[in-house]
């Protein structure tokens, strides 16, 4: 599962773009809500990871209102939004890296709504979070799996092959598997571990959209490695996406969402 991520880049990214998050981020939603419906108990104390604009602090804060909420975000931009939405009651707001931020506290949940493909050492982290949950507490986390945006994926495979390239190169990251993550899971806590899958499938009137809605949430590739610049590669795959994944006018981007649950 080693993916090497650029945090200041990640960082930067979202900070841009926290203002037009919300607008673009429908799937990532869904998967908040579903995570939501997953939660076993009634916590009074939550650590939020990935907080964002804070779309789940908000449920969160509304299902279980006499809760105490820490809410982390690597990105000073989306803190900064979520603040403005949800004010201060009951919500620690803290800007940091989980991967190196200090857990002094101990917590009944601990959630994370599309954010671990962003971690650099999952297994390091998720022993950590496993340690500061209280007896009977519960870490629970959404992600995307290795099928996320698979039309993209053939299709720039087949432009390589069109160009003649055999190098091996990529177009965006490439995300673990769910029995990857249980892996990873098991190998970082000793408690149950559980994992299911779900596929969400977006359209956009063209390539060029969808990938702007990406631009628009962030979500562009912030992994180190080989990547492919050409720009006759980028027309060749553009055009086998349109002609393959095409419907009704429209193109699709399927996401291939994880969710884990980690209970002691």
């Excluded at 931009?77 to 603040?83: H, S, Y």
């Amino acid at each position: 599962m080693k993916r090497m991520i650029d945090k200041q880049l990640v960082q930067k990214r979202f900070s841009e773009r926290a203002k037009t998050y919300d607008q673009f981020a429908n799937v990532q939603k869904k998967m908040a809500d579903a995570l939501i419906s997953r939660i076993a108990a009634r916590p009074t104390a939550i650590l939020e990871i990935g907080c964002g604009t804070g779309y789940l602090t908000e449920k969160l804060r509304q299902a279980f209102p006499d809760a105490h909420i820490m809410a982390v975000d690597i990105a000073e931009g989306m803190i900064a939004v979520a603040r403005e939405r949800l004010g201060n009651d009951r919500i620690v707001w803290r800007c940091a890296d989980i991967e190196e931020m200090d857990i002094l506290a101990r917590y009944d949940l601990i959630i994370s709504n599309a954010t671990f493909q962003w971690l650099n050492d999952a297994e390091r982290t998720i022993a950590r979070l496993s340690d500061a949950l209280n007896r009977g507490g519960q870490l629970l986390f959404s992600t995307f799996g290795a099928q996320t945006f698979y039309e993209l994926h053939a299709s720039f495979a087949a432009a390589l092959k069109q160009q003649h390239i055999t190098e091996a190169l990529r177009i965006g990251p490439s995300f673990p598997t769910l029995v990857e993550w249980l892996a990873c899971c098991g190998r970082a806590t000793s408690a149950a571990v559980r994992g299911s899958e779900t596929f969400e499938t977006e359209r956009f009137p063209s390539v060029r959209d969808f990938f702007l809605s990406l631009r628009h949430i962030g979500a562009t590739n912030s992994t180190t490695g080989r990547y492919c610049q050409r720009p006759s590669v980028f027309k060749a795959m553009m055009k086998e996406y349109e002609q393959r994944f095409s419907e009704n006018g429209h193109i699709q981007a399927t996401y291939h969402c994880l969710f884990v649950d980690i209970t002691l």
